[in-house]
């Protein structure tokens, strides 16, 4: 399977309503799976979200089935709507 880079796993994410599946490593070392997930925005201006995601190196999201909110660390992400992330290109 083809890989993704991670720039364009970050865009994706930054898409206005976009909707998508991740694979992760939690800090302890165990993998999770969230489905259906969007980036969470706390205002109107999407350059400044984007600008504090790179700083903070996380992700903000929100599962919409049940509106569970959770963070992921960037570098810890390994698949993006079942394919694999590149993080070195």
Do not use: W
Not at 25 to 34: F, H, I, L, P, S
Not at 53 to 73: A, T
Request: aromatic share 8%; proline share 2%.
């Amino acid at each position: 399977m083809s890989k993704i880079n991670l720039s364009a796993v970050l865009s994706e994410v930054n898409r206005p309503n976009a909707v998508f599946n991740l694979t992760y490593r939690k800090e302890n070392g165990e993998c999770g799976e969230k489905k259906g997930c969007i980036l969470r925005r706390s205002g109107d201006n999407a350059l400044n979200e984007r600008k504090k995601m790179n700083r903070s190196g996380k992700l903000k999201l929100l599962r919409k089935s049940d509106g569970h909110q959770f963070e992921v660390f960037i570098d810890f992400l390994l698949t993006f709507n079942g394919q694999p992330i590149n993080h070195f290109n």
